[in-house]
């Protein structure tokens, strides 16, 4: 084939919906309705992928002048992007209940005959929207508890992340991503613009066994335990970088990718941590064990708490599982 020729016909990749497709192959009993539920977070996905990246121009980077349910500032887009997903996985009808950072209670989708259940950040990290920082959404895929055809109740979202059907973050950054996990490994996708689909760039993701990046809030240092302060004082004495951009999609995903850390420990505004079990941790600690790492609450397997609250927030040391196992020793 001529140079030419074989410049205008370079295989664009494997693109996610064939993937996902390939997948559900795979399983005979897969009836395409998790494929499906896929596809509408996808969709959604795509949907503020085109916000976020015009957002100093379209005015969305405001704040809404109001708190969330949690009492944390609410950005516009934070409202835009939980409309968004909720109406594609509404629409999309393989979801019966949403639990979403932005609202207190459980959002009934009215698709009782749904099998699943969808935890959702919908925008994390979004106080950085206005400085052009990289922000994430993190969602959980269960199974619900309750009966088909019922109306879906709390037990449906209050599950423990090792019943996780899937999980996985888009990261909406310098190239937007889509990393997620069915269980069988995890798979990377990269966003094409000009084509509006995910092509596979990050196949079978391994996060390295140990590293050389922390990544904390150091401006906490004085709240934290005196395992917690040792810990990061070996750090420093091993030269270890310093990596905190404030937005725990963007340090996760560095993290998987080259190894390291990433601590949000117990402080003094946050005594039981900020971040959530059910729709921040158990994501990424679903993932990471996918990956070869660890994600640990400081005092057990960040999926094997058993959750209490919708909106609970726990401690989080997650990252490549040396480091993690390092860390607990020190709290010991
Ligand atoms: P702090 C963003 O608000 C977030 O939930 C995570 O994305 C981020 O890692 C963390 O909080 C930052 O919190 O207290 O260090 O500013």
Do not use: W
């Not at 693109?15 to 959604?44: C, N």
């Not at 992340?161 to 996708?189: E, K, P």
């Not at 995903?253 to 505004?269: A, C, D, F, M, V």
């Amino acid at each position: 084939m001529n140079s030419a020729l074989q410049k205008f016909t370079t295989p664009v990749g494997t693109a996610l919906d064939r993937f996902i497709a390939t997948k559900q192959s795979e399983f005979p009993f897969a009836t395409g309705e998790l494929s499906q539920l896929l596809r509408d977070i996808v969709l959604a996905s795509k949907i503020l992928n085109r916000e976020i990246n015009r957002a100093g121009l379209v005015g969305i980077e405001t704040s809404m002048d109001q708190e969330n349910v949690q009492g944390e500032h609410q950005q516009m887009l934070d409202v835009v992007a939980d409309i968004r997903f909720t109406r594609a996985l509404t629409r999309g009808q393989q979801t019966c209940c949403i639990l979403s950072e932005e609202n207190d209670l459980i959002v009934e989708t009215g698709n009782r005959n749904a099998k699943y259940v969808v935890t959702l950040d919908p925008l994390d990290g979004s106080s950085n929207i206005n400085v052009n920082v990289s922000i994430g959404t993190i969602f959980s895929i269960y199974r619900r508890k309750t009966e088909i055809g019922t109306p879906p109740t709390e037990e449906d979202v209050l599950q423990k992340g090792r019943d996780q059907v899937a999980a996985g973050y888009i990261l909406y950054g310098s190239s937007t991503m889509l990393v997620y996990t069915t269980g069988y490994g995890v798979n990377g996708f990269t966003y094409e613009p000009s084509l509006g689909e995910y092509f596979l760039s990050h196949p079978n993701m391994k996060i390295p066994a140990t590293g050389q990046i922390y990544s904390v809030n150091e401006g906490s240092y004085e709240d934290f335990s005196p395992g917690i302060q040792q810990y990061i004082q070996y750090c420093k004495k091993e030269r270890y970088a310093a990596r905190y951009i404030g937005s725990l999609v963007a340090d996760f995903h560095r993290n998987l990718l080259k190894g390291g850390i990433y601590l949000y420990p117990s402080t003094q505004q946050y005594p039981s941590g900020k971040l959530r079990l059910l729709y921040e941790c158990n994501a990424l600690s679903f993932i990471v064990e996918q990956a070869g790492g660890l994600g640990s609450s400081g005092e057990g397997n960040i999926l094997d708490i058993i959750p209490q609250d919708k909106h609970q927030r726990v401690p989080l040391i997650i990252g490549s599982k040396q480091m993690v196992k390092q860390v607990l020793e020190f709290l010991k």
